[in-house]
């Protein structure tokens, strides 16, 4: 391994009270009304506000979001996770239209797609999933298209019909390290995440993924995530700060500074990351279009 870029953080504060670095400014505008009515108009779920995302006002602003289909109920129970877990409800066949219908709409050059976990699923919500990225695609011929999936717990017929819509970006997301998969993702498994993200290369589709710092994990524990994803053919990494949606989650271990963000984004590209998103407030969608 190379010598690791350990930033020293002079300005660690209570993990109680979150820095400054991470104080965002209240959704506000035109724009940001704009989306928020054609997300209620069209009864569409965003990750944006299940997940509470700090950058929803800046992006919704800017006239993007993260449409999150196949409901907003996840069959896992993550303990990093705002979205809601229990037995989802029937999915709703005419949902690809709707989605792609905002997007037409919304004028989006970047389209980004996510969903819930529906392990109940035989196909895992494949066929939904197909269908959206067919619907988007036939609607808005000129978007770019990023799906980021779910762990299909190895059903590899299903993440085949998943991707072969012919998005433009497959991400699957690691979360953490592997030392705190039972903690923060105990229905993941670490090795199985690597094995899909090889997968959708091998497919020959771009791939990306994302994990959380702050959790109590090393500097080189995430340099062994690079490596081993480098090893598996993933193409882009966005590297963000843990943030307690609830008192009922996990407690942030640690208030990353921006310093030891930057360390790691050096770190990525030196790897062979074509792209490296990391900051603070980074989250899998913050500013998807930039790495295409």
Request: glycine content about 6%.
């Amino acid at each position: 391994m190379q010598e690791l870029p350990i930033v020293q953080n002079n300005e660690k504060e209570p993990r109680t009270r979150k820095p400054s670095w991470l104080r965002v400014k209240l959704p506000i505008g035109p724009e940001f009304k704009k989306v928020r009515s054609l997300v209620d108009q069209y009864n569409l779920n965003t990750i944006c506000q299940s997940g509470n995302c700090p950058n929803m006002g800046e992006c919704w602003g800017a006239g993007t979001a993260t449409f999150m289909i196949l409901g907003n109920t996840c069959t896992r129970s993550c303990s990093f996770c705002a979205v809601k877990t229990g037995r989802p409800p029937e999915y709703d066949e005419d949902e690809p239209r709707r989605v792609a219908e905002a997007i037409r709409l919304m004028e989006v050059k970047h389209a980004v797609i996510t969903s819930v976990n529906r392990d109940e699923l035989k196909d895992r919500g494949a066929e939904i999933w197909y269908q959206t990225v067919m619907a988007v695609k036939a609607q808005s011929p000129n978007t770019t298209i990023e799906t980021l999936i779910p762990d299909v717990k190895a059903n590899w017929e299903a993440l085949e019909r998943m991707i072969e819509g012919g998005q433009d970006v497959v991400s699957h997301n690691m979360e953490t390290v592997e030392a705190l998969y039972r903690k923060v993702r105990p229905q993941g498994k670490y090795k199985r995440s690597l094995e899909q993200i090889r997968r959708i290369k091998d497919y020959g589709h771009r791939t990306k993924t994302g994990i959380m710092v702050g959790l109590g994990e090393t500097v080189e524990q995430v340099e062994q995530v690079m490596d081993d994803l480098i090893d598996h053919g993933c193409d882009v990494i966005t590297i963000g700060q843990y943030l307690q949606p609830t008192k009922m989650h996990l407690a942030v271990d640690e208030f990353i500074h921006p310093d030891q963000f930057a360390a790691y984004k050096e770190m990525g590209l030196k790897k062979g990351f074509n792209f490296v998103e990391s900051g603070p407030l980074v989250r899998s969608s913050y500013h998807a279009e930039r790495h295409l």
